[in-house]
């Protein structure tokens, strides 16, 4: 049986134990002690003479107390055993087994529902063949043939928006990329939005394809009607003043902001594939 390194000791039973309530500081101290040494070694020596030795030599009284709280082993007359510490080690023995017997119970169910594992298909093939794993000493050249199982990808769910037939596919599609570098993909909800804004301007006299080529330049989440040159470099239709708010004040922190987000734009811009570029040319000025 494997040693315990350790026991329960339970402090509310070892206070109210009348024995232990009767001893001294001393003789307490030289209990604990050889409480120790006996979970340790099983038992320890009856011979009075060894057993002060193990207590660091306490006194005559000390001992008869201490010893007077073991018994004499039935196996061994030459040893003293503690009841208690024995009823111990039984329960400790006990949930090990207890224990080995969950594990190998466990270990078996997980076996078989190996080998009796569905057949896992392999790029859409119908031929259904068992996915066993490969035991550690098979060589590589068996297990690389052996199929694996893969965790099944969730599905997206379908998707029930519907592009209108007046707004270009191919630049909705480019729109729809330029959100997606942006770190702001389009949900169905967001599409829609975004269909309602082309709407609304495409009323005022706005071409759907200018509106999306324009955000998609500037690498701006919505849509925005076509700036012109009476309305001015930030006209009622652009997103840094949809307003048309503005005075001579604060003209130049504007001209300033603008040109930090025009450079920051044209970056995003310059860093899509050449092909991307070419759908969507950069409209306007390099900024410097």
Excluded at 4 to 23: H, I, T
Excluded at 93 to 115: C, I, N, Q, Y
Excluded at 163 to 179: A, H, K, Y
């Amino acid at each position: 049986m494997p040693k315990s390194p350790a026991f329960q000791f339970y402090a509310a039973d070892w206070l109210a134990d009348e024995n232990v309530e009767l001893m001294t500081l001393e003789e307490e101290g030289a209990y604990i002690r050889a409480l120790s040494y006996c979970w340790r070694e099983g038992s320890l020596p009856a011979d009075k003479e060894k057993l002060s030795r193990l207590l660091k030599g306490c006194s005559m009284q000390t001992l008869t107390t201490v010893q007077g709280c073991f018994v004499v082993g039935s196996n061994d007359g030459s040893r003293l055993v503690h009841p208690r510490l024995e009823i111990e080690r039984q329960k400790q023995a006990k949930w090990r087994d207890k224990s080995a017997a969950a594990g190998r119970t466990s270990g078996k169910v997980r076996r078989e529902k190996k080998l009796h594992a569905e057949p896992t298909f392999v790029n859409g093939s119908t031929n259904l063949e068992p996915t066993y794993e490969p035991n550690a000493n098979s060589s590589s050249s068996s297990s690389s043939s052996i199929n694996t199982k893969t965790k099944a990808t969730p599905k997206a769910a379908p998707s029930s928006f519907a592009l209108p037939s007046w707004i270009p596919e191919s630049t909705w599609r480019d729109f729809e990329e330029m959100r997606k570098r942006i770190r702001a993909p389009m949900t169905d909800r967001a599409r829609s939005g975004i269909v309602a804004d082309l709407d609304r301007l495409r009323g005022q006299g706005h071409s759907p394809e200018a509106v999306l080529a324009q955000s998609i330049t500037h690498a701006w989440r919505g849509v925005f009607g076509i700036r012109s040159s009476d309305a001015g470099r930030h006209g009622r239709d652009s997103p840094r003043n949809p307003s048309g708010a503005g005075t001579p004040e604060t003209f130049a922190a504007l001209e300033a902001q603008r040109a930090r987000e025009d450079r920051h734009n044209y970056e995003v811009w310059a860093s899509m594939p050449e092909q991307y570029r070419k759908r969507s040319p950069w409209i306007g000025e390099v900024p410097a």
